[in-house]
């Protein structure tokens, strides 16, 4: 059974940073892209980062809200992603959710199909 | 960017009946790459379908999806009480992707 489990959130002061961790078991971790997906209190899914396998070089993107500020990472002998997250921004408050990535084709996008549970961010002084 | 428009924004029915939500976009989805996302209230999202009408592992086939080009459907056949949830529609054939904002399906 695949599961994803998101950890490291919580309430951080505006410009500090937090390191998000999702540990994953039930599927050969190095095969899949991974990705993180965000969500703001009563408001609809954002995605936020996603890096490519070794095979691609463990390329990364970002959403441009994000691009500078976060950190996408791998370790695939521990089957972990992580998020860093500097120059927090009280808009970046959010449930942050990891995901495995689908990335059907070179050059297009990817979807997510199996989540994990949510670590909740609060940005806040 | 592709702008993904969902409606209705709240959809109002009762358990058995067939529920219709469109996603439209603001330009053609390459290779028809949109996959729609279940969330209910707490939970995490749940995907249900992906190129526009492929099931995914575990999907009821109460489910299903259709469109092509600007204009994709997911169908939900009869209601089930689990189904009032939030969907979400998402392109994926335009790097990065995006989602639409969401159609409520609640309690007539």
């Known amino acids: 059974e695949v599961q994803l489990v998101d950890s490291g959130g919580g309430l951080v002061q505006p410009g500090r940073s937090l390191k998000l961790s999702c540990t994953a078991s039930?599927?050969?971790?190095?095969?899949?892209?991974m990705s993180w997906v965000r969500q703001a209190p009563g408001k609809g899914l954002e995605w936020v980062a996603f890096?490519?396998?070794?095979?691609?070089?463990?390329?990364?993107e970002y959403d441009a809200s994000v691009k500078g500020r976060f950190t996408i990472s791998r370790d695939d002998s521990k089957s972990i992603a992580y998020l860093q997250m500097n120059g927090l921004k009280t808009e970046d408050t959010a449930i942050y959710y990891c995901?495995?990535?689908?990335?059907?084709?070179?050059?297009?996008?990817?979807?997510?199909?199996?989540w994990g549970q949510g670590t909740l961010v609060i940005v806040s002084s | 960017e592709i702008v993904l428009t969902q409606s209705p924004g709240t959809l109002s029915l009762s358990p058995g009946e067939r529920a219709t939500l469109s996603c439209r976009a603001s330009?053609?989805?390459?290779?028809?790459?949109l996959a729609w996302y279940q969330q209910k209230p707490g939970q995490t999202p749940r995907l249900l379908i992906y190129?526009?009408?492929s099931r995914a592992t575990g999907i009821p086939d109460r489910f299903s999806g259709s469109g092509s080009g600007t204009d994709f459907t997911l169908t939900i056949g009869s209601l089930e009480p689990e189904d009032f949830a939030v969907y979400y529609c998402?392109?994926?054939?335009?790097?990065?992707?995006?989602f639409g904002q969401g159609t409520k399906v609640d309690f007539k």
């Open positions: 330009q053609s989805v390459s290779s028809n790459y």
């Open positions: 998402q392109q994926y054939g335009t790097s990065p992707g995006t």
């Open positions: 190129g526009a009408s």
């Open positions: 890096i490519r396998i070794k095979s691609y070089g463990e390329t990364t």
């Open positions: 039930g599927f050969t971790f190095g095969d899949y892209a």
């Open positions: 995901t495995r990535a689908r990335w059907p084709r070179v050059g297009q996008g990817w979807y997510f199909d199996y």
